[in-house]
């Protein structure tokens, strides 16, 4: 009887989260169209215009698109090095050492400070390094917030990676020993092979976590309309023009900006979907 309660109740937990899934997307979707029946789907996705002021209101998503996978993806790239190095720090070479621990315990603290914090370091401590470095005149941009993006995703994909790392058998590794390998070897061809499907999950949560944030990124990419052509040019991602303008937004602009929304959570779940195909292949490997 106990056993019959508990599956209802996980069968009903499972119910609550697809509902609330599919009550996301509606809503979404519902307050979309008319942005998407005035410019066309694909119309609106490709058009890289936003311009309020004009007499036609001109709303296009590209420039946000653009600005949203070119920070979030130059982030990761940042970020990879530093979080494996911290992983491999913590969950191989110093395991369960009291260094590892204090280190962890730093980790656990980065991950928790909140993103408006993160933005005010960025904004107060980075920029003024990035205008000595001459990227750019003001500091803003591109450069500046995939850094401080990077700088807030490690802690996520170090700390994921680290337990990944932590739970390959040590039999494997003893084996390895045994046959004279060293402990970088042991490293590459059992800890990083063993463990790569979590891994590859830890980043791709990390990428998720850099492509929806909003505070800090408002803070210090410049907040400019337009398609970044490089890294020293300011832009704009879809949650900081959503950020930036949402409460002043009606009728058409509130509908356009609603489908931007949209549009990152597709954009997102099909990062998800690609890096579930990856980890299952590795899985098999």
Not at 6 to 24: K, T
Request: hydrophobic share 55%; glycine share 8%; with cysteine.
């Amino acid at each position: 009887m106990k056993d019959k309660i508990f599956r209802i109740v996980l069968f009903a937990a499972a119910l609550v989260i697809l509902l609330l899934a599919a009550g996301i997307i509606y809503a979404l979707v519902s307050r979309s169209v008319e942005a998407f029946g005035e410019y066309g789907i694909w119309g609106f996705v490709t058009n890289a215009e936003w311009d309020p002021r004009s007499a036609t209101e001109e709303y296009g998503a590209l420039s946000f698109v653009v600005g949203t996978l070119y920070t979030a993806f130059l982030a990761l790239l940042f970020c990879v090095p530093f979080a494996m190095a911290v992983a491999l720090f913590n969950g191989e070479y110093f395991k369960g050492s009291r260094v590892s621990s204090f280190v962890s315990s730093i980790v656990d603290l980065l991950a928790g400070i909140p993103s408006i914090v993160y933005g005010l370091w960025g904004f107060y401590t980075v920029r003024p390094i990035i205008i000595e470095m001459g990227v750019n005149a003001q500091g803003f941009g591109i450069f500046l917030s995939s850094v401080v993006l990077a700088i807030m995703i490690i802690p996520y994909a170090s700390s994921l990676s680290t337990e990944f790392l932590s739970m390959v058998p040590n039999k494997l590794k003893e084996g390895a020993y045994s046959l004279g390998a060293t402990r970088l070897e042991v490293v590459q061809h059992i800890s990083l092979p063993t463990a790569a499907s979590g891994v590859v999950a830890a980043f791709i949560l990390a990428l998720g976590r850099a492509l929806g944030e909003t505070m800090a990124v408002t803070m210090l990419i410049g907040n400019t309309n337009r398609i970044p052509q490089g890294l020293r040019d300011t832009g704009n991602t879809m949650a900081s023009v959503i950020a930036n303008q949402f409460g002043e937004a009606d009728g058409l602009k509130l509908s356009a900006l609603i489908a931007i929304g949209l549009l990152l959570f597709i954009i997102t779940a099909l990062i998800n979907l690609v890096a579930k195909m990856v980890m299952k292949k590795l899985a098999r490997v």
